[in-house]
C-alpha cells in the first residue's frame, strides 16, 4: 500500500463513526447508488458472484442487494464480496445485518485483485473508489482480468473536469456546506478538504472511458443523475469483451 493510500485510509478510519451521518445529508446519495447499482444487476446472470470495490460502510453493497431483490432474483443466487482499504469502515459495514452471502475484507482494492483468478466474477460495483486510487490503470486492467467475458464494470464517482459550471458549484457547496458540516458532526476535516481537492483533480468522464476501452471494456454508457449534482456525480458502464 502506498503511503497516499495508507493516509487516506488512516482518514477514513477516523471518519467512519460518523460517515453514515454524514452521506445521509447529501441530497440523493442513496438514489444514485441505487440506479448504479441496478445498472449492475441488468448485466448480471442469474446466478452471480460480484466484487464492490472501496464498499466502505456497506451503503453500495445494499444498493447491490436491493437492486438483485428489485429484480425478482432469489436472495442465495448472489455472493457479494466487499473489500476496503479502511478498517474503520469495514467495521462499520460489520456493525450491520448481512446475509450469508456477503464477505468483507480489509485490503487496498488493487492488491486484492491481483490475487483473483481470471475470469472469475460476472460484475465488479466501485462506487467513489477510482478517484482514490494511485495507480487508476492497475484497477481497470485488474477489473477487467478478473471478469468473465460480458461480465460488467460500474464505476459511480465524482467528475468535474471538463465544467466551469460544474467545477464553480463544487468548489461552493464544499466550502458552503460539506467543510462546515465536517467540522460540526466532528467528522474528519482533512477528509472533507481532501474530497474536494481529489474531486477538483480528478479525470473527466471521456478520459475514464478511455481507461475502460484500453482495458478491453466495450458498450460504454455513460448515466448522468437529476438534482442539483447533475453534472457532478456520473456512473459509466462497461461490458468486459
Given at each position: 500500500m502506498t503511503p497516499r493510500s495508507w493516509t487516506l485510509s488512516e482518514a477514513f478510519d477516523r471518519?467512519?463513526?460518523s460517515y453514515d451521518a454524514m452521506v445521509a445529508l447529501s441530497p440523493?446519495?442513496?438514489d444514485q447508488l441505487a440506479r448504479a447499482a441496478a445498472a449492475l444487476v441488468e448485466r448480471l446472470p442469474e446466478q452471480?458472484?460480484?466484487l464492490d470495490l472501496g464498499c466502505g460502510s456497506g451503503a453500495s453493497t445494499q444498493a447491490i442487494l436491493a437492486a438483485w431483490e428489485g429484480a425478482g432474483r432469489p436472495a442465495n443466487a448472489l455472493t457479494v464480496?466487499?473489500?476496503d482499504a479502511s478498517a474503520g469502515m469495514i467495521g462499520q459495514a460489520l456493525?450491520?445485518?448481512w446475509p450469508a452471502t456477503v464477505t468483507f475484507g480489509i485490503d487496498d482494492a488493487v492488491h486484492w485483485l491481483e490475487r483473483r483468478a481470471d475470469a472469475s466474477v460476472d460484475g465488479?460495483?466501485?462506487?467513489y473508489l477510482l478517484r482514490n486510487v494511485t495507480d487508476r490503470e492497475a484497477l481497470v486492467a485488474e477489473a477487467a482480468r478478473v471478469l468473465r467475458p460480458g461480465g460488467a464494470v460500474v464505476l459511480h464517482d465524482y467528475s468535474v473536469a471538463g465544467s466551469r459550471s460544474a467545477r464553480i458549484l463544487w468548489a461552493g457547496i464544499c466550502h458552503g456546506v460539506v467543510i462546515p458540516l465536517a467540522i460540526l458532526k466532528r467528522s474528519d476535516v482533512p477528509l472533507h478538504r481532501y474530497l474536494y481537492t481529489s474531486v477538483r483533480d480528478f479525470d473527466s468522464v471521456p478520459e475514464v472511458m478511455t481507461r475502460l476501452t484500453r482495458a478491453g471494456f466495450g458498450q460504454l454508457r455513460h448515466l448522468r443523475h437529476r438534482g442539483w449534482q447533475h453534472g457532478i456525480i456520473h456512473t459509466v458502464v462497461g461490458v468486459r469483451r
Open positions: 471518519a467512519a463513526p440523493g446519495y442513496h452471480a458472484t460480484v464480496l466487499g473489500v456493525h450491520k445485518r465488479i460495483l466501485a462506487a
